[in-house]
């Protein structure tokens, strides 16, 4: 999947396309970044998400793939992984991330992991990025393009508040509470958006079984055309 996926995106780039990367989960970037980075030099990455992702493999309660790979990316974790994952590991410098909308302290101290804020990456979370969001995008943009002129746009949907967008995370698991409003999100992105250099646009975290009547698909499609149409 990852190589699969990489190969893709990479070929759409060098089309002069850009393309836009909707499904599954943040995995999705152990593909694309590692894809871009060889032929492109070095690719920023913008990452807008209710979760740092940094969660060491050996320390992780369930194994799951989409809360490591910020931290694989950037090679603070998965120091003994092996095989061709691994020959793609890492492919993102600390300066080349900027990081908008975690509210996951909580969780991240029941394992005794940090912030990235602390290693020195640049992040503002869901509080702050509530409170100006098209200001956080814009610099965070700007941050990013001091060490890469190119860069990669991907938003987790469990920025989200759960009340506004009920379709993530697990059934029966409760959603962490809080999170960004659509229009906030929205605001947020359109900014990005508006800024050169962005190669393309992966959007994940969507569950459709949780999703009964289809309002969070319209949603999220609303939302794409409406971040498309403030371009024009």
Not at 196 to 207: F, H, K, V
């Amino acid at each position: 999947m990852v190589e699969r996926l990489g190969d893709a995106v990479a070929r759409a780039v060098s089309s002069h396309r850009f393309p836009i990367v909707f499904g599954g989960d943040c995995t999705s970037l152990l593909g694309i970044i590692p894809a871009l980075r060889g032929p492109l030099g070095p690719v920023g990455l913008l990452f807008v998400d209710g979760h740092e992702d940094t969660m060491p493999l050996d320390v992780s309660e369930d194994g799951e793939a989409a809360n490591t790979e910020i931290g694989l990316l950037l090679g603070l974790t998965g120091h003994l992984l092996s095989g061709p994952l691994a020959a793609r590991l890492p492919a993102l410098e600390q300066s080349e991330l900027a990081v908008l909308g975690p509210r996951d302290e909580a969780w991240r101290r029941q394992f005794n992991v940090g912030s990235l804020r602390d290693s020195g990456v640049w992040l503002r979370d869901c509080r702050e990025t509530a409170m100006d969001p098209a200001g956080c995008a814009q610099e965070a943009v700007t941050h990013i393009r001091l060490a890469a002129d190119q860069w990669w746009l991907h938003v987790d949907l469990d920025v989200l508040d759960p009340t506004h967008f009920s379709s993530q995370g697990l059934p029966g698991v409760p959603d962490q509470p809080g999170g960004l409003t659509w229009p906030e999100l929205t605001r947020s992105l359109a900014t990005a958006l508006e800024q050169t250099g962005c190669l393309g646009w992966s959007i994940a975290i969507y569950d459709p079984d949780q999703d009964a009547t289809g309002a969070d698909a319209e949603r999220i499609v609303a939302m794409i055309g409406e971040v498309i149409a403030s371009l024009d």
